[in-house]
């Protein structure tokens, strides 16, 4: 058990919905980390926060917007869904930049994405 | 061409087997090299990090960076069924958050 929390386990939601995943980091953890994996695409990183602003942004979609709250858990919400927005969606989290140790990321179970 | 590529396999081994698994990369300025390990339906867990390049040993576990070669690996000694699972590796710039992943090799170690 790696510490990082992830809700909900599965969706499942028709296209053209919107909705919401929810990470909450390791005890201590200061950043944040978003990645999609697909079959075709492998892990792809999203989006990274930082005790609670956002530090880098990687192939993330208009339609996808995250967020991190002063209690430090995330949220990452998907719109106007498509098909080939299904996939596993991790959350990710570590110590933070300034301990020099950002590489050390520890994941989430994921939420697995189903959109029919 | 990606950034990093890694065979998807599938490795099949028997019991007590090596298992050599590799990636190469194309960025020579990638500093941090990771592997993690996932399990179906799981999330990836970190096994091993290195810093620049050399070996790195932990129990079981080797990791190698030949940055002259744009080439790691991560060798598994004594293989055991628990090990059945797919290996990512991962790389980072210095002093940055983004992890690039391979696209995983799958590992089977049977009895």
């Known amino acids: 058990d790696s510490g990082v929390t992830q809700t909900p386990k599965h969706l499942i939601t028709a296209t053209g919905q919107r909705v919401t995943l929810r990470c909450s980091p390791r005890?201590?953890?200061?950043?944040v980390y978003w990645y999609q994996q697909s079959l075709d695409q492998g892990l792809q990183f999203l989006i990274h926060?930082?005790?609670?602003?956002?530090?880098a942004k990687g192939n993330i979609l208009e339609r996808f917007s995250a967020q991190q709250f002063p209690d430090l858990h995330s949220e990452l919400n998907l719109s106007s869904l498509e098909l080939g927005d299904s996939a596993l969606y991790f959350c990710?989290?570590?110590?933070?930049?300034?301990?020099?140790?950002?590489?050390?990321?520890?994941f989430g179970p994921g939420t697995r994405l189903t959109v029919t | 061409q990606k950034e990093v590529e890694q065979d998807p396999g599938p490795l099949s081994v028997p019991e007590g087997a090596i298992v050599s698994l590799n990636c190469t990369y194309s960025?020579?300025?990638?500093?941090?090299f990771m592997w993690y390990r996932q399990y179906s339906r799981k999330g990836p867990e970190l096994l091993m990090y290195?810093?620049?390049?050399g070996n790195k040993e932990d129990g079981r576990f080797t990791a190698q960076v030949d940055k002259s070669s744009k080439y790691i690996s991560l060798f598994i000694r004594d293989s055991q069924p628990s090990d059945s699972a797919t290996y990512l590796c991962?790389?980072?710039?210095?002093?940055?958050?983004?992890?690039?992943f391979g696209t995983g090799t799958r590992l089977q170690v049977f009895p």
């Open positions: 990710a989290s570590s110590v933070g930049r300034t301990s020099g140790r950002s590489y050390e990321q520890y």
């Open positions: 005890s201590g953890d200061l950043s």
């Open positions: 926060y930082y005790n609670g602003e956002e530090r």
């Open positions: 960025n020579s300025a990638f500093q941090y």
């Open positions: 290195t810093y620049s390049s």
């Open positions: 991962a790389m980072s710039l210095y002093n940055t958050d983004k992890l690039i």
